[in-house]
Nanobody, 132 residues
Framework: QLQLVESGGGLVQPGGSLRLSCAAS????????TGWFRQAPGKEREGVSC??????????NYADSVKGRFTISRDNARNTVYLQMNNLKPEDTAVYYC???????????????????????WGQGTQVTVSS
């Protein structure tokens, strides 16, 4: 059974940091593009970041809204992708989801925009709340 499980969300003050984890089971993340998305109440889902598969060199991409503050990475030994979030702002408050996409085109699409690949495996989400 293919599964993605997110963890690491929580309540943090503005300017603080969190690290989200996306652990895979049933498949190897190094063979997939992994993306992070978020959705705030009343807003559309936003592609936040993505990392290409191992064959593509694991190139990363970020939405303008998080560039310079968020960092995506992959630990192949743990079959886990991380999203390090620094200097968090109240507008970062949302449910964060990870998703995986396979195929040679996905890594190319990831370099264009994090939300562009066709993601077919999704996690259940983890809540991030930034508030004082």
């Amino acid at each position: 059974q293919l599964q993605l499980v997110e963890s690491g969300g929580g309540l943090v003050q503005p300017g603080g940091s969190l690290r989200l984890s996306c652990a895979a089971s049933g498949f190897t993340l190094d063979g997939y593009v992994t993306g992070w998305f978020r959705q705030a109440p009343g807003k559309e889902r936003e592609g936040v970041s993505c990392i290409g598969d191992g064959l593509s060199g694991g190139r990363t991409n970020y939405a303008d809204s998080v560039k310079g503050r968020f960092t995506i990475s992959r630990d192949n030994a743990r079959n886990t992708v991380y999203l390090q979030m620094n200097n968090l702002k109240p507008e970062d408050t949302a449910v964060y989801y990870c998703a995986a996409s396979r195929g040679w085109a996905s890594s190319i699409l990831c370099t264009q925009e994090p939300g562009k690949p066709r993601y077919d495996q999704w996690g259940q989400g983890t809540q991030v709340t930034v508030s004082s």
